[in-house]
């Protein structure tokens, strides 16, 4: 099974600065016959399910703010907020879908400094 | 609109079952590949099964292999876990999700609350 890894478990960055949150995986979830990158991030505020960020690694989900981004490939991955908003608080999680058998990162917590 | 409405968790003693029921609408259901995603009271969110879109392939994490189904009824757009000899350790809120593109999911439901408990 492919283990996701999320660095930090928590996050304080102040309003309008960079926030940046690394996933790891266990393996490649790089799919050299297409040369996608099958891994996602979702935001989770507190009481609401999941909200789908970035796909394929760096594919923003529509209507999702432009100061969302998404990069890496094969096994190491970042979620970047450019200017983080107050909103933009909540939990952040990476989630692989190389495998049959998904799994997710255990979050990342972020919060205003 | 997409929507997803899970029902059917409770509180069910260890070694019980429970099945729990989603219903999708909005969005032609038997084209899709579906799933279960749980998340425990306060930790992070864990996948547990997914069902191709006829039926035919079924995926389930470890720890849920011979004691949790997941099946479904395109011709009542709804999909179900049945969850049998259930331990602590499931208690969670159990979320239905649509798959994407195979693998990430684009749209979740509120979640059904599953507590297993003597």
């Known amino acids: 099974d492919i283990v996701m890894t999320q660095s930090p478990d928590s996050l304080a960055v102040s309003l309008g600065e960079r926030a940046t949150i690394n996933c790891k995986s266990s393996q490649s979830v790089l799919y050299s016959s297409n040369n996608k990158n099958y891994l996602a991030w979702y935001q989770q505020k507190p009481g609401q399910p999941p909200k789908l960020l970035i796909y394929?690694?760096?594919t923003r989900e529509s209507g999702v703010p432009d100061r969302f981004s998404g990069s890496g490939s094969g096994t190491d991955f970042t979620l970047t907020i450019s200017s983080l908003q107050a909103e933009d608080v909540a939990v952040y999680y990476c989630?692989?879908?190389?495998?049959?058998?998904?799994?997710f990162g255990q979050g990342t917590k972020l919060e205003i400094k | 609109e997409v929507q997803l409405v899970e029902s059917g968790g409770g509180l069910v003693q260890p070694g019980g079952s429970l099945r729990l029921s989603c219903a999708a609408s909005g969005f032609t259901f038997s084209s899709y590949w579906m799933s279960w995603v749980r998340q425990a009271p306060g930790k992070g969110l864990e996948w547990v099964a997914n069902i191709k879109q006829d039926g035919s392939e079924k995926y389930y994490v470890d720890s849920v292999k011979g004691r949790f189904t997941i099946s479904r009824d395109n011709a009542k757009n709804s999909l179900y876990l049945q969850m049998n000899s259930l331990r602590a350790e499931d208690t969670a809120v159990y979320y239905c999700a649509r798959v994407q593109q195979l693998g990430h999911f684009d749209y979740w439901g509120q979640g059904t609350l599953v507590t297993v408990s003597s």
């Open positions: 989630q692989q879908y190389y495998s049959t058998s998904y799994s």
């Open positions: 394929w690694a760096s």
